[in-house]
Structure formats: structure tokens, C-alpha cells
């Protein structure tokens, strides 16, 4: 070992975790799997499931989120997290560890990787992945009735018709490209918008149908993903009895926050009068931007005991206290959440 070297800065060290996010994920949550560009897991824990993402290419490599907490971070923090219980400075030094900073030779060749990546692979810049978004929903058929997201939605318990007007945000691409089959599928497509109404993100749920021909939810590991960065962005469903846009919405009107689409159109159906956004997940339900007119919000909170839940809710119920509003939490009478109480 060679000794009195110069160890990197943590943001240095952090970037060249990153640079084999791959390998790291692999042993540190080797429960999850690779999915497309991700690496997906239950949690910080490494179980199996979906609730955290974890990028592993490009600009975003090395960028996580558990979406049932809103915990994110980078690779250094990923470590925090699984490794030393949120300790930066032992996180720090597993880090050297793991990295062999110890000699200079590979502080060095562990540079020299970094830039050969930058060189051969220039990063995209969050407009342009904001444009591919966009671009990808415009590219969607508009008139979604009859279509196989009305189908599915019908499904679901979730009849558009009987809605106040159907949601201008919702689309149906007939082959939309999915990953993981590699290979194209029709697709339920939503525009997430920011607080002024710009598309930031498209959201995306691949559908199939099954044995009986009916449409349901494609039987993929990830049957739902989004494309672009959509932290304080919402899915506008429901504008409520007002009709106005959201950043017009009137003063003293009340605002529903959930986090999936069926949940939040099943909310719709029974409360036409309210303004219902979906979240797209319940960290990011700690996020969504709103007017500063928007004085009361009622969170649709899923009838979910686990404890990462449990907390992602309460940042949530936090955040929107901190903003200065009155803060309601809403659960379904049954079931996991409000869309199964309609089916």
C-alpha cells in the first residue's frame, strides 16, 4: 500500500462509485434486479420489489430513490444508507476501501475511466430528456376512448365516461417501446406537469391483454416507469368544480393529492367537485408544486403498515404543513386503496 496519499474529495469519491454503479448495486442490494437502466428493489434493505430505483448509466448514474420514503441520493449516500445507517464519514471510508484508493495507480486509473465514459458517451442534458418526454406524449393518440386505456380503466372499475370530462393528461400509444421485453407494447401515457403547467415528464403503464381478452396491466417486473425528472410534478385528472387550471384555481379550494393514476380516478368519480393530481409516487407527494392560493390539501393515503411508508406519508403531511396548509389524510374504507373500494 502506498502511503501519505491524497485521497479524493467525498464528491470525487461519489463519482467514481458511480462509474460501475453495476457492480456496487450488486453488492450492496443483491436482492434487486436490473431492469432496463435501473437497479430495483424494495429498499434500502435489498429486498426484492419496485419501490427503489437506483440509475446506473450515464449523467443520473449512481442518482436513487426509495419512492415509498422519498429518500434519495447519490452512490455515496446509497452506501450511507445500506452500509454504516446514514454515517457519511464510514460510508467515506468503506468507500476507499471498496474503490482501492489506498494507491495512487488506481485513484488515477479510477480518473482516467471517468473521462474515457464522458468521451464516449456525452451526457444529455435534463432538457433534452424533458423534450423526449414531451415529444413521446404528443406522439399518443389523444381521443383515449374505446382505446385500450379505456378498456383497462373499465377494468379497473374506472368508466371514463361517467367522469366530469376525460383527463386531457391521459393518451393511449398503441406500440409504445418497453425495455424490458425489448420490444414495443400499447401503453396508458400521462403528462406530469410542473406547478406553472410545462411538461416535465411522461408517465407510462404498459398494458396486454389476458386470457379472456380482457386489458389489464402488462405482466412485466416494471409495468409502470417515467421518463424524465418529475420531482414536484403532478398528473392533472380532475379540475374540480371551479374548471380552472390549476395555477388559477380559486382561492379556498381544496386539493386532492394521491399517488397512482386508478386511485386517483376513482377518487374523481366519487367527488366531482374536487381537484384531484396524482403524485405518481408517494415520495414525490412530499413535492408537488402548488399555487399559493391552495390553502387546504387532502392526501390519499394507501392503507399501507409498512414503516417506509408510514414515513414517506408523514414527510408528505410535513411538507405541505411547512407551506402553510391544512392538511387531511383520506383512506379507503377497504382495501389497499380508494380503486378498491370501486372494484
Same mark, same amino acid.
Given at each position: 500500500m502506498t502511503t501519505g496519499v491524497h485521497l479524493p474529495d467525498a464528491r470525487e469519491v461519489?463519482?467514481?462509485?458511480?462509474?460501475?454503479?453495476?457492480?456496487?448495486?450488486?453488492?450492496?442490494?443483491?436482492?434487486?434486479?436490473?431492469?432496463?437502466?435501473?437497479?430495483?428493489?424494495?429498499? #434500502?434493505?435489498?429486498?426484492p420489489g419496485q419501490s427503489m430505483a437506483i440509475h446506473l448509466h450515464g449523467e443520473k448514474a449512481g442518482k436513487w430513490g426509495d419512492f415509498s420514503t422519498g429518500e434519495t441520493g447519490d452512490a455515496l449516500d446509497l452506501v450511507a444508507a445500506v452500509m454504516t445507517r446514514g454515517d457519511l464519514k464510514e460510508a467515506y471510508r468503506w468507500a476507499v476501501n471498496y474503490l482501492g484508493l489506498h494507491d495512487m495507480g488506481r485513484v488515477e486509473e479510477h480518473r482516467r475511466e471517468i473521462a474515457r465514459q464522458v468521451d464516449?458517451?456525452?451526457?444529455? =442534458?435534463?432538457?433534452?430528456?424533458?423534450?423526449?418526454?414531451?415529444?413521446?406524449?404528443?406522439?399518443?393518440?389523444? $381521443?383515449?376512448i374505446g382505446t385500450p386505456v379505456d378498456l383497462y380503466l373499465a377494468a379497473r372499475g374506472i368508466h371514463l365516461a361517467d367522469l366530469a370530462s376525460v383527463p386531457r393528461a391521459l393518451r393511449f400509444a398503441p406500440e409504445h417501446y418497453c425495455h424490458?421485453?425489448?420490444?414495443?407494447?400499447?401503453?396508458?401515457?400521462?403528462?406530469?406537469?410542473?406547478?406553472?403547467?410545462?411538461?416535465?415528464?411522461t408517465h407510462q403503464t404498459w398494458l396486454a391483454q389476458d386470457g379472456q381478452g380482457a386489458w389489464r396491466k402488462a405482466a412485466l417486473n416494471?409495468? !409502470?416507469?417515467?421518463?424524465g425528472a418529475f420531482l414536484g410534478g403532478s398528473i392533472r385528472l380532475q379540475r374540480g368544480a371551479s374548471g380552472k387550471s390549476l !395555477? $388559477?384555481?380559486?382561492?379556498?379550494?381544496? #386539493?386532492?393529492?394521491?399517488?397512482?393514476?386508478? =386511485?386517483c380516478l376513482s377518487v374523481a368519480l366519487a367527488c366531482p367537485e374536487m381537484r384531484v393530481l396524482a403524485a405518481a409516487s408517494l415520495g414525490n407527494m412530499a413535492s408537488v408544486q402548488l399555487p399559493d392560493q391552495v390553502r387546504s390539501v387532502i392526501l390519499l393515503a394507501d392503507n399501507d403498515t409498512n414503516p417506509q411508508a408510514q414515513r414517506g406519508?408523514?414527510?408528505?403531511?410535513?411538507?405541505?404543513?411547512?407551506?402553510?396548509?391544512? #392538511?387531511? #389524510?383520506?383512506?379507503?374504507?377497504?382495501?389497499? $386503496?380508494?380503486? $378498491?373500494?370501486?372494484?
Open positions: 461519489s463519482r467514481m462509485l458511480a462509474n460501475n454503479m453495476l457492480a456496487l448495486v450488486q453488492t450492496l442490494l443483491p436482492g434487486g434486479t436490473r431492469q432496463g437502466a435501473e437497479w430495483k428493489c424494495g429498499s #434500502v434493505a435489498g429486498e464516449a458517451h456525452p451526457d444529455e =442534458t435534463d432538457e433534452k430528456r424533458r423534450r423526449h418526454a414531451r415529444a413521446m406524449w404528443l406522439g399518443a393518440r389523444h $381521443d383515449i424490458e421485453i425489448r420490444g414495443p407494447l400499447p401503453a396508458m401515457l400521462a403528462a406530469i406537469t410542473d406547478g406553472s403547467g410545462a411538461h416535465i415528464a416494471a409495468a !409502470k416507469k417515467i421518463r !395555477k $388559477d384555481s380559486p382561492a379556498g379550494e381544496t #386539493v386532492a393529492i394521491g399517488e397512482g393514476i386508478e =386511485t406519508l408523514r414527510r408528505a403531511i410535513d411538507f405541505h404543513l411547512e407551506a402553510g396548509r391544512e #392538511v387531511r #389524510v383520506a383512506r379507503s374504507p377497504k382495501g389497499k $386503496d380508494f380503486n $378498491d373500494a370501486i372494484t
